[in-house]
């Protein structure tokens, strides 16, 4: 495992505070855009995707299908919910280095022992009018077998 210094990170790759949790930057936005979500969507976006150690990304939800890539560091827990069922994967250097979260579906990750850099690809991109963050009581209810992870991995 490669150990990240997460704070030198954050300042070498531009990264900001996330609304989810963890740092961020966009590192790519197509030129070109496509008919999506009752607008106009550019047709691919990137972003780095930092957690510290401990740290998590709440649960959320994205109109579009989200690629997750491991680039560095610990590994990483993503955990989806969709129609009841939760799924945990692990990304990390000798784990799954890509997943896919379909769109719609719940979403959360959590950074293990260490720091993780990671990156996400959507399509059609990404924009935060077609993000949404789960209300812990709301997706507790639709997921009453899963209250554990829903109460771990939100905020609200």
Known sequence: MTELDPEELIQRLGLRPHPEGGHYRETYRA?????????????S????????????????????DEVWHHYSGASLELHTLSEGI????????????????????????????GA??????????????DFEMAEREGLRAA?????DVVEALTRL
């Open 31 to 43: 030129s070109f855009e496509v008919p999506a979500h009752g607008g106009m969507r550019a047709a």
């Open 45 to 64: 976006t990137a972003i780095y995707f930092l957690l510290r150690a401990g740290e998590y990304s709440a649960f959320h939800r994205v109109h579009s």
């Open 86 to 113: 939760h799924q945990k994967v692990r990304l990390g250097p000798r784990e799954t280095p890509q997943w896919v979260v379909r769109a719609g579906v719940w979403q959360a990750a959590r950074a293990g022992d």
């Open 116 to 129: 993780v850099l990671c990156g996400c690809t959507v399509a059609p991109g990404f924009d935060f009018a």
């Open 143 to 147: 997921f009453p077998a899963h209250s």
